[in-house]
């Protein structure tokens, strides 16, 4: 099957998401968590057996909490960028995050050094050798080294992507720890600085709405490279689609169908919300996607969003 391109293209005016922006709804982060287990009405053939892992508004799906393992912190949001419909967009994923300092610093940090499960996927960011977090209220304060901006290749409209990446990372981790947030102020080396020669950070910055820079279609469970058990195996997927419906399949590693069908999610109306969907299938490693509804059948825009992720079933 034809994946994303792992190039990063860039969406046009994106260094705008930096003034002048305007939070949707809560601050905490409503997107379905890794275990979201609901399932629709699908058409199923037999899996041949193979041989042997904006705030978003609230959709009512509990956000998994975090637990900490030793120094380890379980079930924490880390944004990427990937391509989608000819742009760059915010898609998701669920880590397990060595403990820097707490939620937030442990996600931050991971943003910039912990490289995507999907490889579609990519970041921006460089590691950074320090990441220190301050809250009061609802406003957090994240400081980075400069070694984190030292990205040569970050043009002046991938920046405004970058800073929404980390705002995203930020607030979804402070929300899950209890602590929501609804501004983050970004300083370099502990004061406002221009970036990348191309933006200045220190002034507080909020989610921009998610239709402007999150994927309008991600699956989020299973996640990339994820085990599962066979049987009726249920998938979660998230976005906003042209009356709210989506179409999934399912693909063996050799590009043969084995599960096809389509799922409600979201308002219809460009509200966001989960997409559950399921298959029964049998041992093996498959390949799922999920695609945003496209009336035109391609006549008109750049197509539907899609997303895609390899699992294995045993």
């Known amino acids: 099957m034809t994946r994303r391109s792992r190039r990063t293209r860039v969406a046009a005016g994106a260094v705008l998401l930096l003034v002048g922006l305007t939070a949707c709804g809560d601050d905490g982060d409503g997107g379905p968590t890794p275990s979201a287990t609901s399932s629709s009405s699908a058409t199923t053939t037999s899996a041949p057996t193979a041989t042997p892992s904006t705030s978003a508004p609230n959709t009512g799906t509990p956000t998994p909490s975090t637990t900490t393992t030793g120094s380890t912190l379980r079930s924490i949001p880390v944004y990427y960028v990937g391509e989608s419909r000819r742009a760059v967009r915010l898609f998701r994923e669920f880590r397990s995050v060595p403990d820097t300092g707490g939620p937030v610093a442990s996600a931050v940090d991971a943003m910039t050094r912990l490289a995507p499960l999907d490889r579609d996927y990519s970041s921006p960011w460089r590691p950074a050798r320090r990441v220190a977090v301050s809250q009061t209220g609802s406003a957090l304060t994240v400081d980075l080294s400069g070694d984190a901006f030292s990205n040569t290749s970050v043009g002046s409209e991938s920046a405004g992507l970058a800073i929404q990446q980390l705002v995203h990372t930020a607030t979804a981790a402070a929300a899950q720890s209890g602590r929501p947030a609804t501004t983050v102020t970004i300083t370099k080396d502990g004061r406002a600085a221009d970036v990348w020669g191309v933006v200045r950070v220190g002034s507080p910055v909020r989610r921009a709405p998610m239709a402007d820079v999150q994927a309008h279609a991600w699956v989020v469970s299973p996640q990339q490279g994820q085990a599962v058990r066979a049987g009726r195996v249920a998938f979660t997927g998230f976005g906003t689609s042209f009356e709210a419906t989506f179409s999934w399949v399912v693909r063996t590693e050799t590009g043969t169908v084995v599960a096809r069908g389509s799922a ?11 997409v559950p969907f399921s298959a029964t299938l049998t041992r093996g490693t498959y390949v799922v996607t999920l695609s945003t509804d496209d009336p035109s059948g391609g006549a008109e825009g750049s197509g539907p ?6 699992f294995v079933v045993r």
């Open 305 to 310: 969003a899609t997303d895609d992720k390899s």
């Open 264 to 274: 409600m999610g979201g308002t219809g109306t460009g509200g966001f919300g989960t």
